[in-house]
Structures are given as structure tokens and as C-alpha cells.
């Protein structure tokens, strides 16, 4: 199947913990981004990468590293996690000025 | 910076009914307006898009307009059924260097009874 997916689906972890999400896109796109859904459902763009340039860095917590290995993949690695980095993560990926499309998000519970 | 606005955050309607679900976005140079769906437990799924090039278009039961000098683009989801509940995501953006930075409004959860 040609899709955007994430890995984990969810994740639990305790305050302190380092933990990853990958994402993998099969669409032959070059650019791909991470978002965050807060309980509320706001979704907020954190970042985007164009063939694995960092073009998009919102002002989001240094701790948040996000990681283009290839132009497929984008990772997103978080240090010392905190109780407000609880939400669903998603990854999305795009061609050039063409529409994006989403993963199916990894839901982190910071405990 | 972009700011986008969407009204109403929730909508109740009768299987068969229409629901309309509007947005306004403040800055002029935005033209890319997507609507995405999203069901519980699942990640957003584009379901429309409208370019400002264009004031109108249709898929099927689901139809957006734009207005440009309003600032505001709408969602028309006609003969609705059950299968449309879920939280309707308008975003906007500006097309810039082959890549996209979508401004999301808060969201509508429709819920369609049967």
C-alpha cells in the first residue's frame, strides 16, 4: 500500500524518558513534516524537511530533534520528556506544491 | 503570521440534511485552502482543496467556495449520512519554494443522526 506510516501507534513513558517516532513515506515525495494534535484537537505544525533540509522549525522545544535519514524518512526524537508533551503525533508528507498527506499518528502518554 | 479561524466547533444535523462549516483566514497571501476529515483514531484525510485561482469546486456531495476579498472559504457537505460524522479540519497556506506551511483552524465535530 502507498501510504504514510508510523511506528509506534502509541507510546507510554515516564517524565524524564527519551523516546523516538519514525515515519516512512512510500509516496515518492520529497518534502515531509511532523504535527502535533493537543487533547483539544488543535493540530500545529512543528516541522518540515525538503529532501532532508530542515525548511520548517516552529518554535518548538529544543528537546524535539526531528531526523531525515533519506528523503522517505523522517524521525522525531524527544529528550526528557514532560507531562505537556502528552498528545498524537503526526507525520505528513508532500510533492511539490501539491497536497499533504497524514499518518496515522502516535498517540504519546507521558506519565 | 497566518491565522485561521472556524466556525461552528460543533454541528448536529438529520441524516439527508446539508451542513456548512466556514472559515476565515487573515493573510491575503494564502492560496491554498485544503479541508481535511478526520474519524477517531485515524489521521486527517484530505477530502477537498480549493486554489485562489479558483472561487468554486465540487466532489461529488462535497463542495468548497472562496472568497477572496472576505478572507473566507466554506465546506458544503450536502445529502449528509451517518458515515460524515466525524472532525472537519479547514487549513491554509502559501504555496513557497515547492512546499506547504498548513495553518489549521480549530475544528468542526459533525455529528450526522440518523
Known amino acids: 500500500d502507498t501510504a504514510v506510516s508510523q511506528t509506534p501507534k502509541y507510546l507510554v513513558t515516564q517524565m524524564g524518558n527519551d523516546k523516538s517516532i519514525k515515519c516512512e513515506q512510500n509516496?515518492?515525495?520529497?518534502?515531509m513534516y511532523w504535527y502535533k494534535q493537543d487533547s483539544k484537537k488543535f493540530l500545529k505544525i512543528m516541522f518540515s524537511y525538503n529532501n532532508k533540509e530542515l525548511i520548517i522549525n516552529e518554535t518548538v522545544p529544543n528537546r524535539f530533534s526531528p531526523k531525515s535519514p533519506d528523503k522517505a524518512h523522517l524521525n522525531l526524537h524527544i529528550n526528557s520528556l514532560e507531562l505537556g508533551d502528552s498528545a498524537v503525533y503526526f507525520c505528513?508528507?508532500?510533492?511539490?506544491?501539491?497536497?499533504?498527506?497524514f499518518g496515522p499518528g502516535t498517540r504519546l502518554t507521558v506519565t | 503570521g497566518e491565522n485561521v479561524e472556524q466556525h461552528p466547533s460543533t454541528l448536529s444535523v438529520q441524516e439527508g440534511d446539508s451542513a456548512v462549516i466556514k472559515c476565515t483566514y487573515s493573510d491575503s497571501a494564502s492560496n491554498y485552502f485544503p479541508w481535511y476529515k478526520q474519524e477517531l483514531g485515524k489521521g486527517p484525510q484530505l477530502i477537498i482543496d480549493?486554489?485562489?485561482?479558483?472561487g468554486e469546486k465540487k466532489d461529488q456531495r462535497i463542495a468548497v467556495t472562496l472568497n477572496k476579498t472576505a478572507k473566507h472559504f466554506s465546506l458544503h457537505i450536502t445529502e449528509t449520512q451517518p458515515e460524515d460524522s466525524a472532525v472537519y479540519f479547514c487549513a491554509a497556506s502559501q504555496f513557497s519554494g515547492g512546499y506547504n506551511k498548513l495553518i489549521f483552524g480549530a475544528g468542526t465535530r459533525l455529528a450526522v443522526h440518523p
Open positions: 505528513a508528507s508532500s510533492q511539490r506544491d501539491s497536497p499533504e498527506y
Open positions: 480549493i486554489r485562489s485561482n479558483v
Open positions: 509516496l515518492g515525495h520529497d518534502t
